[in-house]
């Protein structure tokens, strides 16, 4: 027996307070070339004041950026990937580090970190990638957010042996058990939660999430992907921070606009960001 698809919500219908930040999206992918206004505008709607842009490569900020001239909402992460270590070369890190100095509504250098699931580049290249963009930034005095995905141990050990502990750190769409949430916790960094929290069969992830403190956590929907219930399996796309939000919140037993505007504030802490504008 077939299983019957969930209705299809429209997010600004179950609306949260203005307030809300979607702390990691690729609105400049292909994806949002035909309706990128409306999407950003629907996100406002919903409640989502506030966006982080992931540039993954100097080139796509300096093409990118042209997207969000007239969205003051939007703030910017760039990095290199680490399925794109092979790129992260001396030259590539001069390039992001002068684009730091020269748009400060790049907030932080990300997404950095490890992806042992792809061989799209040698695992030794991707440490070394990583290891550099985490000198630098601390250089320029900046947050760091991580991918991680199957290589969790090596990339906790780089970053304790490196000195990372209590630097501004967030764990970008999270999807670990209460032990690796406990560990990132003590090391004094945030955690960012995806729209998979919604997934049925995603039990240890809402279990994991009940033991974050409330000023670590952040939501994300890291669209055009992981869209939440009840829009899995179509575009991720901001507004869709409402149905994470709502599920996170009923997970850890918080009522759901508590909880957004928490997970608001610490971004726009974590991100050194202005109150969004009314």
């Not at 506030?50 to 796509?60: M, R, T």
């Not at 509504?105 to 963009?133: K, N, T, Y």
């Not at 304790?160 to 967030?170: I, K, R, S, T, V």
Request: glycine share 8%.
């Amino acid at each position: 027996m077939a299983h019957k698809k969930p209705a299809r919500i429209d997010p600004i219908s179950v609306r949260l307070p203005a307030g809300g930040v979607d702390s990691h999206a690729h609105l400049d992918s292909s994806e949002f070339d035909n309706d990128r206004a409306a999407v950003i505008a629907r996100a406002k709607e919903a409640g989502v004041s506030q966006i982080g842009n992931v540039f993954l490569s100097p080139e796509a900020y300096e093409s990118g950026k042209k997207y969000f001239a007239d969205f003051p909402q939007v703030f910017f992460l760039l990095g290199i990937h680490p399925c794109d270590g092979l790129s992260c070369t001396p030259d590539c890190l001069e390039k992001i580090a002068a684009c730091f100095r020269n748009d400060d509504r790049i907030r932080a250098v990300g997404e950095i970190g490890l992806d042992f699931h792809w061989d799209d580049c040698p695992r030794e290249l991707q440490m070394q990638a990583f290891s550099r963009q985490l000198e630098m930034a601390k250089q320029l005095a900046r947050p760091v957010v991580i991918h991680c995905r199957e290589a969790e141990e090596e990339c906790l050990t780089l970053l304790e042996a490196g000195g990372f502990a209590n630097y501004p750190l967030l764990w970008h769409c999270f999807g670990g058990d209460k032990s690796l949430t406990k560990r990132i916790i003590r090391n004094g960094w945030h955690i960012s939660v995806p729209g998979p929290v919604t997934y049925p069969a995603n039990s240890g992830l809402r279990e994991a999430v009940t033991v974050i403190p409330d000023d670590r956590l952040l939501l994300e929907t890291d669209c055009p992907y992981l869209s939440p219930v009840p829009w899995r399996g179509t575009r991720n796309e901001p507004a869709y921070t409402v149905f994470t939000g709502r599920a996170l919140a009923e997970a850890r037993g918080e009522a759901p606009d508590r909880l957004w505007e928490i997970c608001g504030a610490n971004a726009r802490r974590f991100f050194v960001l202005g109150n969004p504008a009314a």
